[in-house]
């Protein structure tokens, strides 16, 4: 088992940026592919950023490319987020999630067995 936690989420206004933090705990010995995702009012979820166990190799939504930096300190057991830049239509609660065993991008919900409760992220213009 592993449990996340997010934090970081508030209120931002437009071109302001926010850090969000998910930290693990549990299962955190094993290694464990890392991602964030977010879920807008009345819209599914939606891939935002991915990352490797390693953190060498990163994957971003084209949404938020060149905006959003996915980051990880395995000896924290912490993912980050850190939204720069950011638009209203950034606006939702975001989720990390983790695949224990996985060491690759995954970028796909469907991918992931553990997710955190969400963090309300809101921008406005």
């Known amino acids: 088992q592993v449990q996340l936690v997010e934090s970081g989420g508030g209120l931002a206004q437009t071109g302001g940026s926010l850090r969000l933090s998910c930290a693990a705990s549990?299962?955190?010995?094993?290694?464990?592919?890392m991602g964030w995702f977010r879920q807008a009012p009345g819209k599914e979820r939606e891939f935002v950023a991915a990352i490797t166990w390693s953190g060498g190799r990163l994957f971003y939504s084209d949404s938020v490319k060149g905006r959003f930096t996915i980051s990880r300190d395995n000896a924290k057991n912490t993912l980050y987020l850190q939204m720069n830049s950011l638009k209203p239509e950034d606006t939702a609660v975001y989720y990390c999630a983790a695949r224990v065993g996985y060491t690759s991008v995954l970028v796909t919900t469907s991918r992931y067995n553990y997710w955190g409760q969400g963090t309300q992220v809101t921008v406005s213009s």
């Open positions: 549990g299962r955190t010995s094993d290694t464990f592919a």
